[in-house]
């Protein structure tokens, strides 16, 4: 069900450092738990601002986008060694069975958020894989992010989650976001 994705004219504010105001490199690493071994993916990546925080700690990092215009920007700005980027939707992941240990989206769910998004997500991550997600909240202030009406609450994704074979292990609001930790099921 997701609404639309993040206008390219407006990229350089993906590069805003206030960003971390809503999750911060050291909470996303965190929550993530990267090492040395795993594969992971970036779940709206965007110009590469969280891909970068978590490239250095992973094997690879797959910096997904559905608009090929943000790889080209985040290429400008150059590629940390363990980036790749891969043009696809969420919905339509070219990796194989279980190729990824984790993946992680930061403020772009409300974009990707479908049944079929989700059971892509279970199909690509191994069992045990997690998967982290920050996003904007519909019971948010709305003062910052999409409109309300775009956002999904966090008990709307956390049911949504289960549906697609997730265990949560974590799920809070905030005041403008949520934050889910999701393991795939065995």
Same mark, same amino acid.
């Given at each position: ?9 407006? =990229? ?6 206030? +960003? ?15 090492? #040395? ?8 990546? /965007? ?51 279980? &190729? ?12 990707? &958020?479908?049944?079929?998004?989700? &059971? ?5 991550? +191994?069992? /045990? ?7 904007? #909240? ?9 409109? +309300? ?19 949560? =292990?974590? =799920? ?9 930790? =999701?393991?795939?099921?065995?």
């Amino acid at each position: 069900m997701g609404f639309h994705t993040f206008d390219v004219d407006r =990229a350089a504010n993906l590069d805003d450092p206030g +960003r971390y105001r809503f999750c911060s490199r050291e909470e996303l690493l965190s929550l993530l738990d990267p090492d #040395s071994t795993m594969v992971v993916a970036d779940l709206g990546s /965007g110009t590469g601002f969280y891909t970068d925080d978590v490239a250095p700690y992973v094997d690879i990092c797959y910096a997904v986008d559905v608009q090929s215009e943000m790889h080209d920007l985040y290429r400008e700005n150059g590629l940390p060694e363990t980036v790749e980027t891969v043009t696809a939707d969420v919905s339509d992941l070219p990796f194989d069975d279980d &190729a990824l240990d984790a993946a992680f989206s930061t403020m772009t769910y409300h974009e990707y &958020a479908s049944d079929e998004s989700l &059971a892509e997500l279970a199909r690509v991550l +191994r069992p /045990g894989g997690r998967l982290v997600t920050v996003d904007w #909240s519909a019971d948010g202030e709305g003062n910052d992010g999409p409109p +309300r009406e775009e956002r999904f609450s966090l008990g709307d994704a956390v049911s949504a989650l289960a549906d697609a074979g997730f265990t949560v =292990a974590r =799920a809070e609001t905030r005041r403008e976001t949520f934050v889910c930790v =999701a393991r795939r099921g065995e």
